[in-house]
């Protein structure tokens, strides 16, 4: 049965609620900065959250969960925060719960290095939507199924860090083990059995992404990993998944890979040539060889 991603409503949120999933999100998403939520505390003077890297630069956000922003709120926000102190570097950051055109974008960056800030990014609801389903998908789905989040911010740092007794060792050594079966390990012949190739790639990307794997389990994703070299060689593996995949599906535009011939619905064999067999399996060795960088354990050999 085919399944469709039905869109966020963010207007169904209040706006302390969305300022409470951005700030969840943004917890989550940036382990190492330090945060201040002053929207909470009713006094913001324009800045609802303010994260300060390790090396000292800023990020000011400002959550606004409208359909329509209009140009003057914007400006007037902006204004307001600019009575108080801004670094050469602070980056301004507005995440709007709804639409917000590529013109009206364009009109706030430019209102915001206007008032002294060093540069800006303004982040749409759909934009959003897409950047909690990639890099914080527990939380949306922890929001979206009406699950309580904690009100104060300490709890919701708390929260927010709750798969940290969980080691980066543990989630990489679990992650790995999605690689262990034969759509990565089976070389490729002239004429190979390819059942559930591609699903098999999508499947392993969905784990290394959401944590979720195909018998049913819950894993913590590359998203909980908090080593910022683990968490870029996570972040390799997955662009490497997604270049097999499209090189994949070149081969069997090409016809380079094509079906057997034998008009069985379904038939799982398929014919290779021996540039497209030599190609893919090159791939798929240096998806091994990075494996076994997160993994020790893991031999980086086909069967």
């Known amino acids: 049965m085919q399944k469709y991603v039905q869109p966020i409503h963010f207007e169904d949120f209040s706006g302390h609620q969305f300022e409470r999933l951005c700030f969840a999100h943004l917890l989550r998403r940036y382990p190492n900065a330090c945060f201040d939520w002053y929207g909470q505390l009713g006094s ?5 959250i303010v994260c300060t890297e390790p090396d000292g630069s800023v990020r000011v956000y400002q959550c ?13 926000d902006l204004v307001k925060i600019a009575h108080g102190p801004i670094a050469l570097r602070t980056r301004f950051c507005l995440i709007s719960g709804g639409p917000i055109s590529a013109p009206q974008k364009d009109k706030i960056t430019r209102a915001a290095i206007r008032v002294g800030f060093g540069s800006a990014e303004v982040i749409s609801g759909p934009e959003f939507e897409e950047h909690l389903r990639i890099h914080t998908p527990e939380l949306l789905r922890r929001f979206v199924e009406g699950v309580a989040f904690p009100e104060l911010p300490a709890e919701l740092v708390a929260f927010s860090q709750a798969a940290t007794d969980v080691t980066d060792q543990q989630i990489t050594e679990a ?9 990565f390990r089976t070389h490729f012949h002239e004429e190979s059995s390819l059942p559930r190739f591609k699903e098999a790639l999508a499947e392993t990307i969905r784990t290394l992404n959401t944590g979720h794997t195909p018998e ?9 990993v908090r080593d910022p070299a683990t968490r870029a060689t996570l972040d390799r593996l997955v662009g ?3 270049g097999l995949r499209s090189a994949f599906d070149q081969c069997l535009r090409h ?17 290779v040539k021996p540039e497209a067999a030599a ?3 090159h791939r798929r060795s240096e998806i091994l060889q990075v494996v076994h960088t997160l993994n020790d354990q893991f031999v980086p050999e086909f069967y």
């Open 44 to 48: 913001d003077r324009g800045r609802d």
């Open 64 to 76: 606004a969960n409208v359909r329509r922003l209009p140009l003057k709120k914007a400006q007037d």
């Open 175 to 183: 992650l790995t083990l999605a690689f262990d079966r034969p759509a």
């Open 216 to 224: 049913g389990v819950q894993l913590p994703s590359r998203h909980h």
């Open 240 to 242: 490497l998944l997604v």
């Open 255 to 271: 016809g380079t890979v094509r079906p057997c011939g034998c008009n069985v619905p379904d038939c799982p064999i398929f014919m």
């Open 279 to 281: 190609d893919l399996d």
